[in-house]
């Protein structure tokens, strides 16, 4: 069993209100979890309008499914031109 973790911090620049910013960040989250089956959920900046940061998980039997999914919903996030990955950190786990 492989677990891989990803953290994005997102950059929203249309936010002017933490309305709008809920907004954004739940039709990512929707789309991301129909999509890949992960868990995901907002993490940190609560706070703030223009800054978001999601934490994105995804157990898998294998390390190179696992790096693959999440590679891809990284790339899928970056597509949807919703917000702006600035910056990303990846941790894989195995218990073995």
């Known amino acids: 069993m492989f677990v ?3 953290t994005l911090e997102l950059f929203l620049p249309e936010c002017q209100s933490l309305k709008a910013k809920r907004q954004i960040l739940k039709s990512i ?3 991301v979890r129909a999509k890949f089956n992960v868990s995901i959920a907002e993490v940190d900046n609560q706070d703030l309008w223009q ?6 998980a995804y157990v898998c039997e294998s390390n190179y499914q696992t790096q693959t999914v999440l590679r891809k919903v990284q790339a899928f996030i970056e597509g949807l031109n919703k917000a702006e990955v600035i910056d990303s950190k990846i941790n894989y786990y195995s218990p073995e």
């Open 51 to 56: 800054r978001a940061t999601l934490g994105i």
């Open 29 to 31: 989250i929707d789309k």
């Open 4 to 6: 891989g973790a990803i």
